[in-house]
């Protein structure tokens, strides 16, 4: 099955700084790889994703992009907020099942 | 559009008890998926329904575990009997399927076994 790994596993940022999470996973079949942040005692919630034929996307603040060949993706968080500090995790999808990252969990210091 | 919901948020039971959670997904979403989420880790699909057959269980425990999504739309998964493993918090979510792949979750149910 695929295995997606990801760092790192805390972050911590300056307000106003960027932040930027990797993953890699291993199945080359792997077709749609989103992104969530989980707040403390809620599910997890979708931000952004990508699929296997763009290479980057982007919506206001946040990035996400994608090395096939590496089998690779990240996220990127610009001008970040305290309101970002979460756990974020990534995920990749291979023939419909899902397969998560450990999770980051960003801090954004005032 | 209302979210996936579920109920209860909280459950605390003693080992070798029996609990039920419940899950109503999003409006017209076809898949629904039970997952397992131990704290500090991402995650752990245990079930996935679509409409209202199973498509992967591999993962789910049936010894103790048992799940059902009757006429495809509300789901419950039912653990019998609860060990202290199973503490964790249990997300439903679900999608339109096919290559509508985005996913979204509920909130989440925190099951404590003593």
């Known amino acids: 099955g695929e295995n997606v790994e990801q760092h790192p596993s805390t972050l911590s940022v300056q307000e106003g700084d960027s932040a930027v999470i990797k993953c890699t996973y291993s199945?080359?079949?792997?077709?749609?790889f989103p992104w969530y942040k989980q707040e403390l005692g809620k599910g997890p919630q979708l931000i952004i994703d990508?699929?296997?034929?763009?290479g980057e996307k982007k919506d206001q603040r946040i990035a996400v992009t994608l090395n096939k060949t590496a089998k690779h993706f990240s996220l990127h968080i610009t001008e970040t907020q305290p309101e970002d500090s979460a756990v974020y995790f990534c995920?990749?999808?291979?023939?419909?099942?899902?397969?998560f990252g450990s999770g980051t969990k960003l801090n954004v210091k005032p | 559009e209302a979210g996936v919901a579920q109920s209860p948020r909280y459950k605390i039971i003693e080992k070798r008890q029996s609990v039920a959670f419940w899950c109503n997904p999003i409006?017209?979403?076809?898949?629904l998926y039970w997952y397992q989420q131990i704290l500090g880790q991402g995650p752990k699909l245990l079930i996935q329904?679509?409409?209202?057959?199973?498509?992967?269980d591999s993962q789910l425990p049936k010894d103790r575990f048992s799940a059902e999504r009757l006429k495809g739309v509300d789901s419950t998964l039912k653990i019998q009997p609860a060990k202290l493993e199973d503490s964790a918090v249990y997300l439903c979510?679900?999608?339109?399927?096919?290559?509508?792949?985005?996913?979204?979750f509920g909130p989440g149910t925190r099951l404590t076994v003593t």
């Open positions: 979510a679900s999608s339109y399927g096919g290559v509508n792949y985005e996913q979204y």
């Open positions: 199945d080359s079949a792997s077709n749609y």
């Open positions: 990508i699929r296997s034929n763009v």
């Open positions: 995920a990749a999808n291979n023939f419909n099942k899902f397969y």
């Open positions: 409006s017209g979403h076809a898949t």
């Open positions: 329904f679509q409409n209202n057959g199973v498509v992967d």
